[in-house]
Antibody, heavy 122, light 111 residues
Framework: QVQLVESGGGVVQPGRSLRLSCAAS????????MHWVRQAPGKGLEWVAV????????YYADSVKGRFTISRDNSKNTLYLQMNSLRAEDTAVYYC???????????????WGQGTMVTVSS | SSELTQDPAVSVALGQTVRITCQGD??????ASWYQQKPGQAPVLVIY???NRPSGIPDRFSGSSSGNTASLTITGAQAEDEADYYC??????????????FGTGTKVTVL
C-alpha cells in the first residue's frame, strides 16, 4: 500500500545536528515532489521544505533557510532532512508528505507519513 | 512571506452546514488545499484545486474560492468531522514561488 515512514527523530542538544529519513513505498517516488512539514506541540502546521521529483529545485521556509537541507535518493525511495544548528524552537513532530506537481497552481500534499518527534533541549 | 488567516474555532450542529474560510493574498494566484487533522494523527487531504476530493473523502466536503478567500464547506456535518482544519497554498510573495504556507488552522466542533 501507499506509505511514507519517517525515522531519525529524538532528543538533541541545542546547536547539534540530526538527520531525518522518510521511506516511501507503494507509489512511483521518483515522480513526486516531496516535502517536510512540522508541528510544534499544541501548535499548527508549518511547511518546512520541498524538493522536486528529480532534485532540481529545493525551497525552504525562512525559519530554516541556511540550517536545514532537504535531499532525496530516488534509487532508495528515500527523502532526507539534514538539520544543523538546532534550536529549541525546532522542537516539533516532523512529517514528510508527497505532492504530484510542485510546479502546478493546484498542487497539494496527498500522502503523509505518521511523523517523527524531534526535541531540542539541553 | 505570505500569511493565510483562518478563524480559530467554529461549531456546527450535527447534520447542519459549516463553512471554514481562509484569507490571504496568495489565494489570488494559487488554489488552496484543505487538510483535516484529528488529535494524535497526521493530516489528511480533503480538498484540492478548484474543488477536487481525493478518493475516499465524502462528498459532503466541498471547496470554493473568490478573490483572496478560499472556503471549505461541510454539508451535513457528522460527529467524525470534528477536527482541526488547515488550508495551504503556494506563497506568492517574494521571488520564490516554490515556497508554501499553511493557514493558522480552525478547530471544528460538532455539537
Amino acid at each position: 500500500q501507499v506509505q511514507l515512514v519517517e525515522s531519525g527523530g529524538g532528543v538533541v542538544q541545542p546547536g547539534r545536528s540530526l538527520r531525518l529519513s522518510c521511506a516511501a513505498s507503494g507509489f512511483t517516488f521518483s515522480s513526486y515532489g516531496m516535502h517536510w512539514v512540522r508541528q510544534a506541540p499544541g501548535k499548527g502546521l508549518e511547511w518546512v521544505a520541498v524538493i522536486w521529483y528529480d532534485g532540481s529545485n529545493k525551497y525552504y521556509a525562512d525559519s530554516v533557510k541556511g540550517r536545514f537541507t532537504i535531499s532525496r535518493d530516488n534509487s532508495k525511495n528515500t527523502l532526507y532532512l539534514q538539520m544543523n544548528s538546532l534550536r529549541a524552537e525546532d522542537t516539533a513532530v516532523y512529517y514528510c508528505a508527497s505532492s504530484p506537481n510542485p510546479a502546478a497552481a493546484d498542487d497539494a500534499f496527498d500522502i503523509w507519513g505518521q511523523g517523527t518527534m524531534v526535541t531540542v533541549s539541553s | 512571506s505570505s500569511e493565510l488567516t483562518q478563524d480559530p474555532a467554529v461549531s456546527v450542529a450535527l447534520g447542519q452546514t459549516v463553512r471554514i474560510t481562509c484569507q490571504g493574498d496568495s489565494l489570488r494566484s494559487y488554489y488552496a488545499s484543505w487538510y483535516q487533522q484529528k488529535p494524535g494523527q497526521a493530516p489528511v487531504l480533503v480538498i484540492y484545486g478548484k474543488n477536487n476530493r481525493p478518493s475516499g473523502i465524502p462528498d459532503r466536503f466541498s471547496g470554493s474560492s473568490s478573490g483572496n478567500t478560499a472556503s471549505l464547506t461541510i454539508t451535513g456535518a457528522q460527529a467524525e468531522d470534528e477536527a482541526d482544519y488547515y488550508c495551504n497554498s503556494r506563497d506568492s510573495s517574494g521571488n520564490h514561488p516554490g515556497v508554501y504556507v499553511f493557514g493558522t488552522g480552525t478547530k471544528v466542533t460538532v455539537l
